[in-house]
T-cell receptor, first 113, second 114 residues
Framework: DAGVTQSPTHLIKTRGQQVTLRCSPK?????VSWYQQALGQGPQFIFQ???????QRGNFPDRFSGHQFPNYSSELNVNALLLGDSALYLC????????????FGPGTRLTVT | AQSVTQLGSHVSVSEGALVLLRCNYS??????LFWYVQYPNQGLQLLLK??????LVKGINGFEAEFKKSETSFHLTKPSAHMSDAAEYFC????????????FGKGTMLLVSP
């Protein structure tokens, strides 16, 4: 049973560029959440997707956007990258009605120079 | 609104000693509580969860935690530390109803010496 997968593993971008990160949820899961983990900090909630719509959003600017596809996979897009966007981006999937247990992927390490 | 406070950014123990990682939460609604572990350059692995059933929760790798509503605490313990327990530990809270978004603490790095 495949767990949550994310791609790419690492990414280096320049300030002002745009980036797209990808996530495939655990088999049978229909809800995907994205988190940003800055160095030395706990993960912070960015947004959650369910039925191809953004269901809830954390305190992140509109430069952060996402998408969920019919197969439940998801993308996170960040525009106009800032140095402060350098972080580990984690994707988590949940099966609706499962006591809210979230399964996390290995993350994408984004470095903005 | 919800928040989590983890006391101590670093905790050092000797192998075989008791592990105690502290977590206090604030929540305006009944909470679900979680402990996750993160090894270097990896994602988060769920250790255990409290979802309003038994207040003493047992997890993987010999860890357990007790939900104490009166103290708004959910401390993580393990009777005897192993070298392989060295990692970063995160406490998290979500609302027991509504959407399953997690609010994390800042984490506690557990260091285990021989």
């Amino acid at each position: 049973d495949a767990g949550v997968t994310q791609s790419p593993t690492h990414l280096i971008k320049t300030r002002g560029q745009q980036v797209t990160l990808r996530c495939s949820p655990k088999s049978g899961h229909d809800t995907v959440s994205w988190y940003q983990q800055a160095l030395g900090q706990g993960p912070q909630f960015i947004f959650q997707y369910y039925e191809e719509e953004e269901r809830q959003r954390g305190n992140f600017p509109d430069r952060f956007s996402g998408h969920q596809f019919p197969n439940y996979s998801s993308e996170l897009n960040v525009n106009a990258l800032l140095l402060g966007d350098s972080a580990l981006y984690l994707c988590a999937s949940t099966l609706r009605g499962s006591s809210y247990e979230q399964y996390f992927g290995p993350g994408t390490r984004l470095t903005v120079t | 609104a919800q928040s989590v406070t983890q006391l101590g950014s670093h905790v050092s123990v000797s192998e075989g000693a008791l592990v105690l990682l502290r977590c206090n939460y604030s929540s305006s609604v009944p909470p679900y509580l979680f402990w996750y572990v993160q090894y270097p350059n990896q994602g988060l692995q769920l250790l255990l969860k409290y979802t309003s059933a038994a207040t003493l929760v047992k997890g993987i790798n010999g860890f357990e935690a007790e939900f104490k509503k009166s103290e708004t605490s959910f401390h993580l313990t393990k009777p005897s530390a192993h070298m392989s327990d060295a990692a970063e530990y995160f406490c998290a809270v979500s609302a027991a109803s509504g959407y399953s978004t997690l609010t994390f603490g800042k984490g506690t790095m557990l260091l285990v010496s021989p």
